[in-house]
Structure formats: structure tokens, C-alpha cells
């Protein structure tokens, strides 16, 4: 891990410049959110939104107006840029549940080494959008979201720096509280921590990591002779223990029942599951898959098998046993028969989209282990699409690394 001067917004302007995400929002929903306020770090990492609602959201134009808009930012004095080094820390609160990472700058070498660990597969247009959001930016603009297996020193380490001042704290209009603390780096043992990481994984962020390898690939390429200090061999990452991490359920909807009646669908999924009605739509445990279908929600669950970490997961079990078989749903992630849920919006929104029409069943999975993710990417593995819903989500513009 490497200390970094970020770019960041002064105090007073933090809770208006912090934004969700770009890829939790489309170009509508960035657009309704930065409605009003010209700080929305949406400006930069959605910047279609400022441009002809018929612009092509990949144009030369795209990237140089979220360039514009960070100078602009940079220049009003409402994002500033450290002068000296630091580690941050980082935490958010949403309800009972709070998570504190270190925000550092990782290697890009071993994001390529898989010393930083993925399980998921990234698309290529998305990936070419952020590595040019980047190089265009010249800078991170959004965090990698990291997990390691809990070590000792450096959450002590995090621990003493919570203890100090907040450079910021607030609460999001969404409820969710973040606060930030700056630690100015020392030779205290920060680096040498992180150093003991054996492995750390990407949790969330997958297209974010591999657009900030490929930038920085082609401007160590550009620039020979930089050497190892130059800022585009790092990126930026907050590094969050395993057992901080709420993982929630990413639930499914089917359109149709393949010109099944639902007696007969019912009829066949009991061949292939134990079958009970249950009460409500919250899987008690792992093997168990509630089924909202004519009214009325049922209990699937399965005996333990053994079988590659994929295989066992619940997500690939009903995968297996009834999307494709019994409803010819081949490949969740082109299917347009199938669309999914994440679970921060509860089961009530399973049973709505049901009544309104808009599905003939839905599915409330129970949530993926942190561990289980774990097991997957140290085996080489990818998870199905729609596995992981990580909530609460990083804020973008919090904190920039500069390339």
C-alpha cells in the first residue's frame, strides 16, 4: 500500500460533493440527482449529464466535460489537493451495521500478479469507458472497494486513528453516515501493515480496478523512464476487514413461467426441491430459496452436496435445478426473461413486481459469505452474475487519487 496526496473536498462542501457511485445510477438517475446542485461529483463521473440529452455517452466530449467539471471544482476552491501524503480512514454507518477501511493506493503490478484477487468477469465496453474517464481525468475518481483476511496490526492501527478529529462527517440523504479521518503518513508502521496482507480481493469495483491497471499501464508505457514513484503505477482503494462486510441477498424476477400454469410449474419444482409453504419471503439459511408464486410464498431447499465453491452456491443451484431447466433461462446475464433485485429493497419489492405484472415468480435468495467469496476467487473461479450486493455503498469524491 502506498500513501497519497488526494483531492478532496474542503469541509464545508463534503455532504454536497459526495455522490453515490457512477454504475449504481443511468445517465437519467445521475441526471435527477445532480438536479440543483452544480457540486454533485456526478458533474465528473457521469458528465454526460451536463451535455444534449442525445450526446453520445462515449464521446471525446463526454470525458472532456468531466474534466472540466473537476477543474471547475478544483478551481472554486470546493475540492482542494493535499500537500503532503496520507492514509485515510474510512467509515460508514447505515442502521446497526457500521464498516471501517483504509483508504490507501494499491499496485497495479499486483492487481496483474493477482495478489489482489477478482471473481467476477468485467466487460469490455465498460472497462474502456473508465480507462478513458481516467486518462482523460488523469485521475481515480472512484475507489476500488477491497477486502483482506482480518490482521491484527493494522486494524489497531485504523482503531487510533478513529480516535482523533474527523476531517469529515455527515449523513447522506439515503441515511447512510460517513466519516473520514486523515492520517499524515509517518513511518508508524502503516505500509509495513499492509505489507503483511498476504492476498486482499476486489469485493466491488471490478471495471473500476481494471480500467485503473490499463491506464496505468499505458502511461508507464508513455513514460519510460518515470520510475517506480510515478503516481499511475498505484490506484485507489479502501481495504475493508472481511468480518466489517455486510453482504445482502441479490434476488430474481422471471417474466414468465415458460407457458407453464403455475399449478403445473409448482408440480415440477417439487420433484427437484424439498417444498414447504413459509411465511414470508426471508430464507432463514444457506440451501434455502423462498418462491413468491400465485399468492403465496414457498420454502425451496436442497440437501448439502459436495462440489466446486461455484456449484454450491444458492445462486447456482436454482440456476441449475429450475431457471434452465424447467424455465429455459440459459444465461442469466443476456436473458431478458430474468431481471434481478438487490437486497436493500427487501422482499416487499419481489411481491409488488409479482402483483403489478411485471413477474410471474420471484426469488429471495439468501446472501453470499464473505468467505464464500473468498473461497471462489482464491480457486480461480468466477461467481454467477448478480451474486454480491455490497451495502452501503463507497461515496464518490470523497477522495481522488491523481495520476
Given amino acids: 500500500i502506498q500513501p497519497f496526496a488526494a483531492i478532496r473536498p474542503s469541509p464545508e462542501h463534503a455532504a454536497g460533493i459526495a455522490a453515490v457511485p457512477y454504475d449504481v445510477v443511468d445517465t437519467d438517475e445521475a441526471r435527477a440527482l445532480?438536479?440543483?446542485?452544480?457540486?454533485?461529483?456526478?458533474?465528473?463521473?457521469?458528465p454526460e449529464i451536463d451535455l444534449p440529452p442525445d450526446c453520445d455517452p462515449h464521446d471525446d466530449e463526454v470525458y472532456r466535460q468531466g474534466a472540466r467539471s473537476l477543474r471547475r471544482l478544483m478551481e472554486q476552491r470546493k475540492l482542494i489537493h493535499d500537500s503532503q501524503s496520507g492514509f485515510y480512514v474510512y467509515r460508514q454507518v447505515m442502521g446497526d451495521h457500521a464498516q471501517t477501511g483504509l483508504v490507501a493506493c494499491c499496485h497495479i503490478d499486483d492487481y496483474a500478479a493477482d495478489i489482489i484477487r477478482k471473481h467476477e468477469k468485467t466487460r469490455q465496453d465498460k472497462e474502456d469507458d473508465r480507462t478513458r474517464h481516467a486518462l482523460t481525468l488523469r485521475a481515480n475518481t472512484g475507489p476500488v472497494f477491497l477486502t483482506y483476511r482480518d490482521r491484527g496490526e493494522l486494524d489497531e492501527l485504523t482503531r487510533e486513528a478513529c480516535a482523533g478529529a474527523p476531517l469529515y462527517d455527515f449523513v447522506a440523504e439515503d441515511g447512510v453516515r460517513h466519516v473520514v479521518w486523515r492520517v499524515i503518513h509517518r513511518n508508524d508502521g502503516w505500509i509495513e501493515a499492509g505489507a503483511?496482507?498476504?492476498?486482499a480481493y476486489v469485493a466491488d469495483g471490478h471495471h473500476r480496478a481494471k480500467a485503473a491497471y490499463r491506464a496505468g499501464r499505458e502511461l508507464r508505457a508513455a513514460?519510460?523512464?518515470?520510475?517506480?514513484?510515478?503516481?499511475?503505477?498505484?490506484?485507489?482503494?479502501?481495504?475493508?476487514?472481511?468480518?466489517?462486510?455486510?453482504?445482502?441477498?441479490?434476488?430474481?424476477?422471471?417474466?414468465?413461467?415458460?407457458?407453464?400454469?403455475?399449478?403445473?410449474f409448482l408440480e415440477l419444482v417439487r420433484r427437484r426441491f424439498n417444498v414447504v409453504e413459509a411465511g414470508d419471503g426471508t430464507p432463514a439459511g444457506p440451501r434455502r430459496t423462498h418462491m413468491y408464486l400465485g399468492g403465496r410464498w414457498f420454502e425451496l431447499s436442497w440437501e448439502a452436496f459436495k462440489g466446486d465453491p461455484v456449484a454450491m452456491l444458492d445462486v447456482s443451484v436454482l440456476q441449475d435445478r429450475l431457471l434452465q431447466p424447467l424455465l429455459g433461462i440459459n444465461d442469466p446475464r443476456t436473458d431478458g426473461r430474468i431481471s434481478f433485485v438487490g437486497g436493500i429493497r427487501g422482499t416487499r419489492a419481489l411481491v409488488e413486481s409479482v402483483h403489478e405484472g411485471k413477474a410471474a415468480a420471484a426469488f429471495s435468495m439468501h446472501p453470499v459469505t464473505v468467505e464464500q467469496m473468498i473461497a471462489i476467487a482464491d480457486a480461480g473461479q468466477i461467481m454467477p452474475p448478480k451474486s454480491t450486493w455490497f451495502e452501503p455503498k463507497l461515496r464518490s469524491g470523497l477522495l481522488v487519487h491523481a495520476l
Avoid: K, M
Avoid at 503483511?196 to 492476498?199: M, T, V
Avoid at 523512464?225 to 475493508?240: K, S, T, Y
Fill in 34 to 46: 445532480a438536479a440543483g446542485n452544480p457540486d454533485s461529483f456526478l458533474h465528473v463521473s457521469r
Fill in 223 to 264: 513514460h519510460p523512464d518515470a520510475g517506480e514513484a510515478a503516481p499511475w503505477n498505484w490506484f485507489l482503494c479502501v481495504l475493508f476487514p472481511a468480518s466489517h462486510l455486510r453482504i445482502l441477498p441479490y434476488n430474481r424476477c422471471v417474466a414468465d413461467l415458460n407457458g407453464q400454469t403455475p399449478e403445473r
Fill in 196 to 199: 503483511r496482507i498476504p492476498l
